[in-house]
């Protein structure tokens, strides 16, 4: 099983289950577009992770930042000792894959 988080930006989140891992297909419906541009994030809990983003969202109608997912991506870019234009940030719906981790059940007997 795995989730699909669609981070928002306008600082919503929406959670998709899938039984199988996601193809591009479903991601493109999910975050709204036609090309998928992967970013890395960082969080606070020190991990990596990619970010699904629309490759146009800037020339399209979402020029807002995605606050949640900008932060993500400064975060690995200062980890990592890249850099960035002055400005920049990620725009539109940002999807993140994460399987589901499932503890074995216990057994009475």
Same mark, same amino acid.
């Given at each position: 099983m795995y989730n699909v988080i669609l981070w928002k930006d306008n600082d919503n989140e929406d959670i998709h289950v899938f039984k199988? *891992?996601?193809?591009?297909?479903e991601l493109y @419906?999910?975050?709204?577009?036609?090309l998928i541009e992967i970013?890395?994030?960082?969080?606070?809990? +020190?991990k990596t992770f990619d970010m699904y983003c629309d490759e146009e969202s800037k020339l399209k109608n979402t020029t807002y930042p995605n606050k949640r997912a900008t932060k993500a991506w400064y975060?690995?870019?200062? @980890?990592?000792?890249?850099? +960035?234009?002055?400005?920049? +940030?990620?725009?539109?719906?940002?999807?993140?894959? *994460? *399987?589901? @981790?499932?503890?074995? @059940?216990?057994?009475?007997?």
């Amino acid at each position: 099983m795995y989730n699909v988080i669609l981070w928002k930006d306008n600082d919503n989140e929406d959670i998709h289950v899938f039984k199988n *891992k996601p193809t591009f297909s479903e991601l493109y @419906k999910l975050i709204g577009c036609d090309l998928i541009e992967i970013q890395q994030g960082y969080t606070d809990e +020190h991990k990596t992770f990619d970010m699904y983003c629309d490759e146009e969202s800037k020339l399209k109608n979402t020029t807002y930042p995605n606050k949640r997912a900008t932060k993500a991506w400064y975060a690995w870019i200062e @980890k990592n000792n890249r850099y +960035h234009l002055p400005g920049d +940030h990620i725009a539109g719906t940002v999807a993140i894959v *994460k *399987k589901q @981790k499932f503890k074995p @059940k216990e057994i009475n007997g």
